[in-house]
Structure formats: structure tokens, C-alpha cells
């Protein structure tokens, strides 16, 4: 084909086909960065979710221990009364 076959049009349609694929590139750009940006936060956001669930089990089992250790105190004080006032 020659330069006449394509006509200014034809030079017109090429020119809009590759403004379009400049275009769709950007997007496909904007579109990995987005993806990127998202899975970085999620990934952060998870990390804190994890260490929140971590402090959450260490500080109920630190509860739990506290409760268990006063409920023998307590136990040991109803005992010993219990016991002086079988005594008199």
C-alpha cells in the first residue's frame, strides 16, 4: 500500500489507535499501582490484626492466672475460718 491507499484518515485512525494504547498502558499502570497499594495495606492491616490478637491472648491468659491465683487465696481464707470456727 502506498501513503495515497491510507489517506489522511487512515493516518488519523493510526494515530487515534496508538493515543489508545498510550491510554489503556496508563490505566493498566494506575491499575497495578492500585492492586500493589491495596495487597501493601491489607498486608500492614493484617500484621496489626495479628499482633492485637497476640497482646489479646497474652493479656487473657495473664488474667486467667491472676484469677486462679486469687481464687486459691480466697479459698485458703474460707478454709482457715472454716476451720477456728469448727474449733470453737
Known amino acids: 500500500p502506498t501513503l ?5 484518515t487512515g493516518f488519523q485512525e493510526l494515530s487515534f489507535f ?23 495495606y491489607v ?3 493484617g500484621q496489626r490484626l495479628e499482633a492485637r490478637l497476640q497482646e489479646n491472648r497474652k493479656h487473657k491468659s495473664k488474667v ?8 486459691k487465696e480466697l479459698d485458703d481464707l474460707i478454709a482457715e475460718a472454716e476451720a477456728e470456727a469448727e474449733e470453737e
Open 64 to 71: 486467667l492466672a491472676d484469677i486462679e491465683v486469687l481464687q
Open 4 to 8: 495515497d491507499h491510507f489517506g489522511s
Open 43 to 45: 498486608e500492614a492491616h
Open 18 to 40: 496508538r493515543q489508545n494504547l498510550i491510554r489503556f498502558g496508563g490505566i493498566r499502570s494506575q491499575l497495578k499501582q492500585l492492586q500493589a497499594d491495596h495487597l501493601a
